[in-house]
Nanobody, 130 residues
Framework: QVQLVESGGGSVQAGGFLRLSCTISRFTYRTYYMGWFRQALGKEREGVAGMDSDGRVAYANSVAGRFTVSQDNGKNTLDLLMSSLKPEDTALYSC????????????????????????WGQGTQVIVSS
């Protein structure tokens, strides 16, 4: 069974940076979406950064220019480098993957929870203090 395990969360002051990592096991699909979502307390889950198997990348407007998603196929990991962090970035960050499709990572970030079959990680907490 596919397994996604996140690491790297923690507490940081505004303006700082964190690197999240997601280790993905038993995911042997040639086409896919992978990415990061977050859910702040009392808010709906939102897509943060995603990519497909062809290397197309998409970011939420709120993090574009500050966050970078990258994949290390040799290590089967998906990383999220977050810089210039703001208190509003505080949330539970979850790694996600959808097999068997590609081509529109923007759409996947918007509709992953409703229109796609998704494997989810348990999440890692990020707290940004002012």
């Amino acid at each position: 069974q596919v397994q996604l395990v996140e690491s790297g969360g923690g507490s940081v002051q505004a303006g700082g940076f964190l690197r999240l990592s997601c280790t993905i096991s038993r995911f042997t699909y040639r086409t896919y979406y992978m990415g990061w979502f977050r859910q702040a307390l009392g808010k709906e889950r939102e897509g943060v950064a995603g990519m497909d198997s062809d290397g197309r990348v998409a970011y939420a407007n709120s993090v574009a220019g500050r966050f970078t998603v990258s994949q290390d196929n040799g290590k089967n990991t998906l990383d999220l480098l977050m810089s210039s962090l703001k208190p509003e970035d505080t949330a539970l960050y979850s790694c996600a993957a959808t097999p068997g499709t590609r081509g529109n990572p923007e759409g996947w970030l918007l509709r992953a929870g409703t229109s796609y079959s998704v494997f989810w990680g348990q999440g890692t907490q990020v707290i940004v203090s002012s």
